[in-house]
């Protein structure tokens, strides 16, 4: 996609434009591009399709293990959430273009704030918990492989990147 950008665009574009601006001038270009684009974009929705289910599958399973919830509802109950979460983004270039928050669209600024501020604070507290939560031993049967030696001499190195380069690294970023 990016050698594409970049040829079909003189407008360097670093969101979404990439994929749905950029590529479809392109495919418009050659030809069969109508074809091989429709073919593509049907793709890639079907490979959004099978995240979006995955990961809505994870919610589902905790909230049966977790909550005891019925399977049922607990992916109604996940359906619902996630439908209503991702209203506002979705309409965010159609029926809410108006709206602007510190001169952004609302797809800017949940993006924005989610790859700034939530995804770096949540690999922190990854961090923590792994290495402050985790027993010795589990970390140890998850990490060290019976018969690999490297396994075990690179257990230490792991350790104490987690616990200490990681951390560091991470609010080294958000600073």
Known sequence: VFPIALQAS??????????????????????GGVIFGFLFFICFYL????????ILEVIVSNLVDRRRYSRKIAAWLASGIALFVG???????????????????????LDYIVINWVLPVIALFMAFAISKGMKQTEKESLFIHPTK?????????WTDAV??????????GII
């Open 163 to 172: 616990r200490y380069v990681v951390p560091g690294v991470i609010i080294l």
């Open 149 to 157: 030696v490297e396994s075990n001499s690179l257990y230490k190195l």
């Open 87 to 109: 209203v506002l983004p979705a309409f965010s270039g159609s029926t809410f273009h108006a709206i602007k928050i510190w001169n952004k669209g609302i797809l800017e600024n």
């Open 47 to 54: 490979a959004a399709l099978a995240a979006s289910i995955g």
């Open 10 to 31: 003189n407008i360097p574009l670093t969101d979404a434009g990439l994929l749905f601006e950029s590529l479809p001038q392109f495919l418009l270009q050659m030809p």
